[in-house]
């Protein structure tokens, strides 16, 4: 299965860690600069690192799109027609509602979740990543409104799956509008 991950800052970064070695699983890491390349490869963090977001995206089983939410926006229009048939497309954003509408680009037959886990440190970038940095974290899963009770509960136990390795302690489905709600009284 190709995994891959578009921005390896921390959350990027720490879930290509925790996921590289996971039985087949080939991380593929997206990023902007030849520094982070030759430094998430150098640490064993990805499988094979590129800065060209159009040679992974149309073979990715799962794309995570790991940066901030102008980009994730900016990627879901970019990208829109090129995603995988049948893959899972998801975000780590803290902001929920602008994501879900965006992703209602995406083809039918292309699955987004949006994600939003609930762990980090005072600290930013790759160079801080940890494979282990979300033992324990819950993980905030926002399905798309339209999606039915089935298929909701199809996908959220692919994608508990998928995260096995990351060790989230708990997933909580929520809407975009309540998740927003909640991160905006707590911030």
């Keep these: 299965m ?23 699983y080939e991380i593929v890491g997206v990023v902007r600069r ?6 998430a490869l150098s640490h064993g963090i990805c499988d094979r690192v590129t800065l060209d977001a159009a040679e992974v995206i149309p073979q990715a089983d799962v794309t995570v799109l790991c940066t901030a939410p102008a980009t994730v926006i900016a990627y879901l229009n970019q990208y829109k027609d090129a995603f995988k048939q049948g893959s899972l497309v998801t975000d780590v954003c803290g ?5 879900m509408e965006a992703a209602r680009v995406l083809p039918e037959d292309v699955d987004f979740i949006g994600c ?3 762990a980090g440190t005072q600290y930013s970038g790759f160079a801080h990543t940890r494979a282990n940095m979300f033992h324990r974290a819950p993980l905030v899963v926002v399905p798309p409104q339209q999606m039915d009770d089935f298929v909701r509960l199809d996908v959220l136990e692919r994608l508990k799956g998928l995260l096995a390795p990351c060790g989230f302690g708990m997933y909580t489905l929520s809407t975009a509008e309540h998740h927003d709600e909640v991160i905006a009284f707590t911030s």
Excluded: C, N, R
Aim: charged residues 15%; aromatic residues 6%.
């Design 34 to 39: 030849q520094e982070t390349a030759d430094y």
């Design 2 to 24: 190709k995994i891959g991950i578009v921005g390896l800052g921390l959350i990027g970064g720490s879930l290509a860690a925790a996921l590289m070695g996971f039985e087949d």
């Design 116 to 118: 939003h886990p609930m």
């Design 95 to 99: 902001i929920k509602t602008a994501i």
